[in-house]
């Protein structure tokens, strides 16, 4: 019988790995046509890894990063690698989290993104998904939202970012190689946080 922890991750993973090929198409717009494969091999290999018994949200996460970092090639594992690393911090020894933890998970998972990555806001990257969604959901918080209620005004945030994401240039990772012409395109790593937010979404 699995956890409704690993219920949550295995709901993130399905959807990564639904959405292997538009990662991948995106990715070949602007990349090197490998987004989606990566992270779909990441995400099997976390499923596989992962104990379904696992209670502790913090272990599960950092084995998650790990899983990721060690299996995922490309700029997106060690991102995504480090994102659930840090995200693990604030989780350790908890077997339930609220809006409140998962909120400080969320800041450490973009400053993990921020130290290794070293980008900014529109800089056509994943964080163009998820800095929106964190000031969406501080601001959720704030005004009394539920979990439900929080997570979807989260994806439609995170959503606008997408949709940002393609009036913008590339100004790091591989697309910044484009110059102008990764105008006009989507950015993959914006597009694979705004589907694990909605798992986590349609998950709740
Ligand atoms: P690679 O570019 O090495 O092939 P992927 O295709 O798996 O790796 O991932 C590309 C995605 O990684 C981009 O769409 C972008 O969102 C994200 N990315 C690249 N560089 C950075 C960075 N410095 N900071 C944050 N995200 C980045
Ligand atoms: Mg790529």
Redesign the pocket.
Same mark, same amino acid.
Do not use: C, F, W, Y
């Given at each position: 019988m699995s956890t409704r922890l690993y219920q949550c991750i295995e709901a993130i993973g399905n959807k990564i790995i639904e959405n292997k090929d538009f990662l991948t198409d995106l =990715?070949r717009e #602007? +990349?090197?046509a490998?987004?989606g494969v990566? !992270?779909a091999r990441g995400f099997s290999e976390v499923l596989t890894a992962l104990p379904q018994d696992e209670t502790d949200i913090g272990a599960a996460l950092k084995k998650v990063g790990m899983t990721l970092l060690s299996k995922?090639? +490309?700029?997106? /594992?060690p %991102?995504y690698g480090t994102a659930y690393m840090k995200a693990a911090g604030p989780a350790a020894g908890k077997t339930e989290i609220d809006l409140t933890v998962a909120c400080e998970m969320l800041k450490e998972a973009i400053a993990g #993104?921020?130290m &290794?990555? $070293?980008?900014v806001k529109g800089? $056509?990257? !994943? %964080?163009d998904a998820l800095i929106p969604a964190y000031e969406t959901m501080v601001s959720c918080i704030e005004s009394g939202d539920d979990a439900k209620t929080t997570l979807e005004k989260m994806c439609e945030t995170a959503s606008m970012g997408v949709e940002y994401t393609k009036t913008i240039q590339a100004t $790091?990772? &591989?697309?910044s190689y484009l110059g102008e012409r990764s105008i006009g395109h989507q =950015?993959? /790593?914006?597009t694979s946080s705004l589907i694990t937010l909605e798992a986590i979404r349609d998950f709740l």
């Open positions: =990715d #602007i +990349g090197d490998d987004h990566n !992270m995922v090639g +490309g700029a997106s /594992g %991102l #993104i921020q &290794r990555g $070293k980008a800089e $056509k990257t !994943m %964080l $790091k990772g &591989r697309a =950015d993959p /790593g914006a």
